[in-house]
C-alpha cells in the first residue's frame, strides 16, 4: 500500500530528526550546564576541592540516585521517545510539561501514546 | 572577613581617600590580593560577586539558545509529519498553543520561587538552575544538601562563595544525572517500545494513560501528610480541575481545558490562603 509506505516513510523521517538532534542539542546543553561550575572550580581563583564536590555529589546520589533512573522509565511511555530528550533538558517536567502535553492532547482529542499524541505533546513541550 | 573584598578577576580602579593616594598603593593592594585571591574569594559572603560573572552569564545565554534551537527543529519536524498520519497544521498549532498557555500557571509558581532565590544564587545560576533546565523542586534541595556537607547553611553566615561553587557544582552534576540517564534510556525503551508494540498495540494505549495516572497520583499523595493545608490545595484544585473540564465537555468549549490549569492553581492558591487564616 502506498499510503502505509508514505505514513511509515514520514514517521522514519520524524523519528530520526527528533533523536538525532534531540540528542545533540541535549549534549550541547548539557556543555553549558556544566560549563558554569567548571568555571567557577578551575578558573576563578575560588578554592574548591574535588574532594568536596565528590563528597557533595555522594550526598545528593544518595538522595536523588533512585530518581534519576526511575523518572526516565516512568515518563518515556507518557512523553514518547521524542519528547524525552525536550523534557529532560528542559525540565520542570512533572510541574509544568506533563501538565502542558496533556491539556494539549486533550484540546485537539487524541490520546496519549499514539503518534498523534506524540506530535501534540512535542509542539505542547 | 573583609567588608568588601577585592575580586581576583574584577579590576577595581584605586578608592580615594587615605592611604589610597598614591599609585604605588595600589599596586600593592592588587598585588596583595592577587597573591593571597584564594583566602580573600573563598571567605567573602558576598556571593553575587562571584554569581554574577560574565562567564555564568554565557552559559546561561548558552543553554537558553540551545532550547530555542532544540524547540526550532521540533516544531518544524512536527508540522512536517503531521499531515501524513492524518493531522492538520492546525491541531498542530492548537497544541503549540494549548502548551503555552497551560504552561502560564505552572510558570508563575516557578517564577515566585526564582525571584525569591535569586539573592542565593544569582540571576544566572536561577534561570539556568530553576527556569531553563533544572526544576524547582530538586534544585534548591539540591544545593542545601550540598552546602550541608561543606558544613554550610544557605543564605547564611557559613555560606561563601567557596560554599555557592560547591553547592553549583553538586547540583549541576546532579542535574546532569538525568540527562545522562536520558540519552542511555531513551534509545533502549525505544526498542523495547517498538516490539511492543508490534506484538500488542492495544497494551500501548492503555500503558501511557496509566502510568501519568500513576505518576500524578504518588507526587500528590507524597504531599498531604505535610498538614491540613495540603489536603486543602489538593482537593480544591481537584475539584476545580474536574469541574473546568466538565464544563468544557458541556459547553464544547476548548479553550477552558487550554486555561483549565491556570485557573484552577490560582483559585486553588486563594482558598489555601483564606483557609490558613480562618
Known amino acids: 500500500m502506498p499510503q502505509a509506505t508514505n505514513i511509515h516513510e514520514a514517521l522514519g523521517a520524524f523519528d530520526r530528526t527528533t533523536s538525532r538532534w534531540g540528542r545533540i542539542t541535549m549534549l550541547i546543553g548539557l556543555a553549558f550546564s556544566l560549563a558554569a561550575p567548571a568555571y567557577l572550580v578551575f578558573f576563578s581563583g575560588l578554592d574548591i576541592q574535588i574532594s568536596g564536590i565528590l563528597a557533595a555529589f555522594g550526598a545528593l546520589a544518595a538522595v536523588f540516585g533512585v530518581i534519576w533512573i526511575v523518572e526516565p522509565l516512568t515518563y518515556f511511555p507518557i512523553l514518547g521517545a521524542s519528547s524525552m530528550y525536550q523534557a529532560f533538558m528542559i525540565g520542570n517536567i512533572s510541574n509544568k510539561l506533563l501538565p502542558a502535553a496533556m491539556i494539549a492532547q486533550s484540546t485537539i482529542g487524541v490520546k496519549p501514546g499514539t503518534r498523534k499524541g506524540e506530535l501534540a505533546s512535542v509542539a505542547a513541550i | ?278
Open chain 2, 1 to 278: 572577613m573583609r567588608r568588601s573584598p577585592p575580586k581576583a578577576w574584577e579590576f577595581r580602579p584605586a578608592p580615594a581617600g587615605p592611604g589610597w593616594n598614591s599609585f604605588k598603593d595600589w599596586q600593592l593592594s592588587m598585588k596583595l590580593s592577587a597573591a593571597v585571591p584564594a583566602v580573600v574569594d573563598n571567605n567573602s559572603t558576598d556571593i553575587l560577586a562571584v554569581a554574577n560573572s560574565p562567564i555564568l552569564w554565557a552559559c546561561a545565554i548558552g543553554v537558553f539558545l540551545v532550547i530555542v534551537l532544540q524547540s526550532l527543529i521540533y516544531m518544524k519536524a512536527a508540522k512536517t509529519a503531521a499531515p501524513h498520519i492524518g493531522m492538520s497544521q492546525e491541531d498542530v498549532s492548537t497544541s503549540f498553543k494549548a502548551g503555552a498557555i497551560s504552561a502560564l500557571g505552572p510558570s508563575l509558581a516557578v517564577v515566585l520561587v526564582a525571584i525569591a532565590l535569586l539573592t542565593v544564587f544569582g540571576t544566572p545560576t536561577v534561570l539556568v538552575r530553576i527556569d531553563l533546565i533544572g526544576s524547582v523542586s530538586y534544585e534548591t534541595a539540591a544545593a542545601a544538601i550540598a552546602a550541608k556537607s561543606a558544613g554550610a547553611e544557605l543564605g547564611g553566615p557559613t555560606y561563601t562563595q567557596a560554599v555557592f561553587g560547591l553547592a553549583l557544582a553538586a547540583m549541576s552534576l546532579g542535574g546532569a544525572m538525568w540527562m545522562i540517564a536520558t540519552l542511555i534510556l531513551t534509545p533502549l525503551l525505544k526498542r523495547g517500545d517498538s516490539a511492543l508494540r508490534k506484538v500488542n498495540p492495544a497494551v500501548m494505549t492503555v500503558v501511557p494513560g496509566a502510568a501519568m495516572i500513576a505518576a500524578f497520583m504518588v507526587l500528590g499523595i507524597g504531599e498531604l501528610p505535610k498538614s491540613a493545608l495540603h489536603i486543602v490545595a489538593f482537593a480544591s484544585s481537584a475539584v476545580i480541575m474536574t469541574l473546568l473540564m466538565l464544563l468544557a465537555r458541556w459547553l464544547q468549549a476548548s479553550w477552558i481545558k487550554e486555561w483549565a490549569l491556570g485557573i484552577a492553581i490560582l483559585l486553588s492558591l486563594a482558598i489555601t490562603y483564606f483557609a490558613g487564616r480562618i
